[in-house]
């Protein structure tokens, strides 16, 4: 944002002013041909032409100057707060950055190390460093109800004690609300910060909070609900990232609406028997023309039989909050969930058992299955987190199932299905197309097979040392949940299909105690 206007206002000002009466005085030579009024309008038009010109002089410079960035059309309170902060920095004041700055707020500085929000400050408060220049340009903007990512090109010139300084970053800051004591929102504050090196393109270093990751401008971050403040953690020591996954903002009501109506097979005067609204409302609504209320948005989530997840979306999509919380398994407010699942875990000993994800991501096991994996891989640890990955991947798992066809073409079948009931689940396409990556998956799995029945249970078949095992599992989910992160959490319980594999799993249990 350099300005190529330089002029001291105390000269522009006067400068303007005399400039704006000489026009008016040549507008004024008009006089002998025109009525009084009508000179009069032309000399006020001739003051308003120049009166923009003040403020472009004017206001232009400022802006410049305090190296502000550009926050228009964003929440009034967060631009005034982002502005603030912006102004905070440059200047060096501490205590607008003490007020400005989340308590637990993390800076990722420009070599990955990560700072707390007292070393942060006191790194913008060095004694005899001034900043004199400061011009933020290609900036990026995403903004939520509760939070946003602003970031972009920070190019700062500045002088301490002994030389001059040049400051050329990609950073972007985290902004995110707290609940106050009365149950409502404060006022945002940065959470986060994280700053590469413009010339350094091979290697970004970024945060993960709670279950996000966040890299500096383009502002690119991955996570499913953005900055719900009650998930901020501390994050690990300068985590570097390999990968850049798209920030997805929130698509229009409309087309989310019309994607999961195709989905379910329902037209619109389906969907609006179902609902209790009108046809034409409900078409409004989807070309944007009329604005749902909250009430109708949940009545649609409903009838389309939307997961929580897909029901927050709908909800911030037509500009409400969201609904149904996301706690990580380990909140406090879980504690008996956990503990419920820890039983189970337990319980299902000497027999493995997992805690699956949405996305077939294993987030705990019990005790047997690490004994049963670790001899099935004669001592080799898999590859994967991904339950999925571990089944396809050559060099995992793969080698040991001796029914591998069987338990593909079931796998194959669940992410169809995952797609079917959910068909804005980016992650699951992805993990579809991962999956086909591999060698030898035949690409007629691609195409869903409809009508096909299925077995209420998966089987395995594993080759061993002790001979071929045999199990099959059965999933759990929480019925009724409220919470999201309990809505997409299932428990994998495997179970001996002979009584040589229950033996095998006995022996390996008693050898380990």
Known sequence: ?????????????????????????????????????????????????????????????????????????????????????????????????????????ILANISGRNESKTESIADSVVPGNKTTYVAISRQVRKAWSNGAVLGGMVDAKGVSITASLTRCERASSMYGRSATANGRSSSPRSIACCQADELNTSSLFGLRIGFHTILPEPALCYGASIWRYSCVRAPPEG???????????????????????????????????????????????????????????????????????????????????????????????????????????????????????????VLATNAAAVRVGHMLMKGRPSKHVNLLHQIFDPDDFRPVIANWHEVATRFIRHLHDDL??????????????????????????????????????????????????????????????????LDELRIDCTFPADDHTAVVCADLAAREA
Request: glycine share 4%; aromatic share 8%.
């Open 420 to 485: 079917a009931t959910n068909p804005t689940d980016r992650r699951t396409q992805q993990l579809l197309e991962e999956i086909f990556a591999y060698p030898d998956v035949p690409a007629r799995w691609r195409e869903r097979k409809l009508g096909e029945e299925l077995s209420p249970i998966v089987n395995f078949t594993f080759h061993s040392a002790f001979g071929e095992l045999r199990f099959f599992e059965t999933f759990t989910t929480f019925a009724a949940p409220y919470d999201v992160t």
């Open 1 to 105: 944002m350099n300005c190529p206007i330089d002029a001291d206002r105390e000269n522009t000002i006067p400068m303007v002013i005399d400039l704006t009466w000489q026009v008016i005085a040549r507008e004024a030579g008009a006089e002998n041909t025109r009525s009084n009024l009508e000179t009069w309008r032309m000399k006020m038009r001739a003051v308003n032409r120049i009166w923009i010109i003040v403020v472009v002089l004017i206001a232009l410079p400022v802006h410049a100057e305090q190296g502000v960035g550009d926050y228009r059309g964003l929440p009034t309170d967060l631009a005034a707060a982002a502005t603030a902060y912006d102004i905070a920095q440059m200047k060096s004041d501490r205590s607008g950055l003490e007020r400005l700055l989340a308590d637990d707020y």
């Open 239 to 361: 985590l570097p990232i390999a990968t850049l996954p798209a920030l997805v903002s929130h698509p229009p009501i409309g087309a989310l609406l019309r994607e999961w109506r195709a989905a379910r097979r329902l037209s619109q005067l389906d969907l609006a028997l179902e609902t209790g609204i009108s046809t034409r409302h409900l078409s409004c609504i989807e070309t944007g023309k009329a604005r749902a209320s909250r009430d109708t948005v949940s009545r649609l989530a409903d009838a389309l039989s939307m997961p929580l997840r897909e029901r927050n979306a709908l909800l911030r999509a037509a500009g409400f909050a969201a609904m149904h919380p996301e706690r990580p398994l380990a909140a406090p407010a879980l504690d008996h969930v956990r503990q419920a699942v820890d039983l189970i875990l337990a319980h299902q000993e000497p027999y493995p058992a997992f805690v699956i994800s949405r996305h077939w991501d």
